[in-house]
């Protein structure tokens, strides 16, 4: 089985659906969560479904990217990580980190790319008077939320919705998409999957 670390900065509810996604039959298995947030709320989540975690605090190493990733890389090497999934991990990564798990980590992003890169999708998408929105698993390269699409589900947008409710009906689709890209991505297979 291949071994999946997740990395996360807050509540983690889109590591908690990988890893209860993550079954005896599954392809892959968790080794690891890595937070650069001490205080991220998904780091006990997994800790009570006995995921080792791990924190790796950017701070210290203010602008020195590449030193902080440096420290993020040893314990999912420790870890024997095959397949890196990032899920609300809220810094970017260098190309050098980015090049080192080249076509073995993934991110999910609530939009659908290649709309709305960065932040404050949901806003964005109202604004723009979208009538649907969604969320993209993708695989991670150089540039920010690109690479190659592996999945994409749709929301309608409807009328009244707030970024807070448009979000929350994107979420419950993000708990959908990203289990069923890694299955699939761990078992070798990287068509896109459209989930409506
Ligand atoms: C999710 O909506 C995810 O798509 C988004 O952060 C949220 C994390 O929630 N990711 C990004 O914005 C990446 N730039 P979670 O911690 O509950 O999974």
Redesign the pocket.
């Known amino acids: 089985r291949k071994r999946v670390a997740i990395m ?8 908690v659906a990988l890893l209860d996604s993550m079954t005896a039959d599954h392809p892959a298995e968790p080794c690891l969560v890595l937070s650069n947030d001490a205080r991220a ?2 780091l006990a989540k997994a800790a009570a479904r006995g995921v080792p975690t791990t924190v790796v605090d950017h701070r210290p190493f203010g602008k020195n990217r590449s030193a902080f990733e440096d420290e993020l890389m040893k314990p999912l090497l420790a870890a024997g990580t095959d397949i890196v999934c ?5 810094r970017v990564l260098t190309d050098g980190f980015v090049s080192r798990w080249q076509g073995r980590m993934l ?4 939009s659908l790319l290649p709309k709305y890169k ?2 404050h ?1 949901h806003q964005r998408a109202l604004e723009a008077g979208d009538s649907e929105h969604g ?1 993209t698993v993708h695989e991670v390269t150089a540039r920010l ?1 690109d690479g190659p699409i592996l999945g994409q589900a749709r929301v309608p947008v409807m009328e009244g919705d707030t970024p807070d409710s448009l ?1 929350a009906r ?2 419950v689709q ?1 708990h959908r998409l990203y289990p069923a890209v890694l299955r699939r991505f761990a078992g070798g297979d990287r068509r896109p999957l459209m989930l409506d």
């Open positions: 996360i900065s807050g509540g983690g509810s889109n590591m709320g998904g990032l899920a609300g991990f809220m991110n999910i992003h609530p960065g932040l999708t969320c939320d979000a994107v979420l993000e």
